[in-house]
Nanobody, 126 residues
Framework: QVQLVESGGGLVQAGGSLRLSCAAS????????VGWFRQAPGKEREIVAA????????YYADSVKGRFTISRDNAKNTVYLQMNSLKPEDTALYYC???????????????????WGQGTQVTVSS
């Protein structure tokens, strides 16, 4: 069993930066693919970024490409999402998720993730 805990959210002005962290329990976490998702009020959950276990492959949604960076430190069982040049439309509840069956690939669809955190709120003011 893996437990995920997100942190690092908060209120920031447009153009600012935040770094989200996703800390995981479980010694096999380093072998899992991890994704960051977000859900704004009244909108569907969407994938923001994803990374495979070896950090060799990453994915970014077009809306965040060039502004967000996903990374992981397997020794610390932690995945990060560095968010720069934040916009009001980035306001959402951000979740990290882990796919235990990824086998080296990155995972882009939410139904394939079997572990989810509780989320951390990011609010960007204009």
């Amino acid at each position: 069993q893996v437990q995920l805990v997100e942190s690092g959210g908060g209120l920031v002005q447009a153009g600012g930066s935040l770094r989200l962290s996703c800390a995981a329990s479980g010694r096999t976490f380093s072998r899992y693919a991890v994704g960051w998702f977000r859900q704004a009020p009244g909108k569907e959950r969407e994938i923001v970024a994803a990374i495979n276990w070896s950090r060799g492959n990453t994915y970014y949604a077009d809306s965040v490409k060039g502004r967000f960076t996903i990374s992981r430190d397997n020794a610390k069982n932690t995945v990060y999402l560095q968010m720069n040049s934040l916009k009001p439309e980035d306001t959402a509840l951000y979740y990290c998720a882990a796919d235990s069956d990824a086998w080296g690939r990155i995972t882009l669809t939410s139904y394939q993730y079997d572990y989810w955190g509780q989320g951390t709120q990011v609010t960007v003011s204009s």
